[in-house]
């Protein structure tokens, strides 16, 4: 059982406001990831982080920024939230030399 | 970089039928496909992979095969169940990758009916 978490579950915002969705893992993991999933399924690399205090942006644009102060914690900030913004945020970890990639639930985000 | 095609988008089946879901890849250097199910509301969770020294693998009702020098690998379910309804994504990553990452297909939608 994968010991990933994210908060909210869901979260339904007006246009302007600042968010973070939170993503942690209890495993130790090394690499995070911060995965946008569009309604047609597809999965997109918005984030990652190969450890403390590195942060790459993925292969889709995004207006989010992330940090990574400690090892367990790879949260997700929008400064100003809009509608284009609404989606499903999945985070997930592995560790080091280890390809299986453990998912959180995800946070579903509509801006309104 | 990696391109993973997947294909049906869709695919429905009567409960007990076998399902077939197949992805191909595009950089010879991958050697790891693993493929996630999602379920409704939930993250996607690994089910099952393959490495390229492998030609086939099998978990009860679940198998995967790779063609590596058709670059192609497949997913098999058998003895279809209500429960296997879930979204599939197939994915490749290499270990030669600077970024070590998984590349995913756009995923495919199985239902069962019973």
């Known amino acids: 059982e994968a010991d990933i978490y994210q908060t909210p579950r869901y979260l339904v915002i007006g246009t302007g406001k600042k968010i973070t969705l939170e993503c942690s893992q209890t495993m130790g993991h090394d690499k995070m990831y911060w995965y946008q999933q569009d309604p047609g399924m597809e999965l997109h690399l918005i984030h990652y982080s190969y450890g403390v205090n590195s942060t790459e942006k993925g292969d889709l644009s995004s207006e989010s920024t992330v940090s990574r102060i400690r090892t367990e914690h790879f949260p997700l900030t929008l400064e100003s939230a809009r509608p284009s913004h609404t989606s499903q945020y999945l985070c997930?970890?592995?560790?080091?030399?280890?390809?299986?990639?453990?998912f959180g639930s995800g946070t579903q985000l509509s801006v309104l | 970089g990696e391109n993973v095609e997947q294909h049906p988008s869709t695919l429905s089946v009567q409960e007990g039928d076998s399902a077939v879901i197949k992805c191909t890849y595009s950089?010879?250097?991958?050697?790891?496909f693993p493929w996630y199910k999602q379920e409704l509301g939930k993250g996607p969770q690994l089910i099952i992979d393959i490495r390229s020294n492998v030609g086939e693998k099998k978990d009860q009702r679940i198998a995967v095969t790779l063609n590596k020098t058709a670059k192609h690998f497949s997913l098999h379910i058998t003895e279809t169940q209500p429960e296997d309804s879930a979204v599939y994504f197939c994915a490749a990553s290499s270990r030669g990758s600077t970024l070590g990452r998984l590349y995913f297909g756009r995923g495919t939608q199985l239902t069962v009916w019973p």
């Open positions: 950089d010879s250097a991958s050697n790891y």
């Open positions: 997930a970890s592995t560790g080091q030399g280890r390809e299986k990639l453990f």
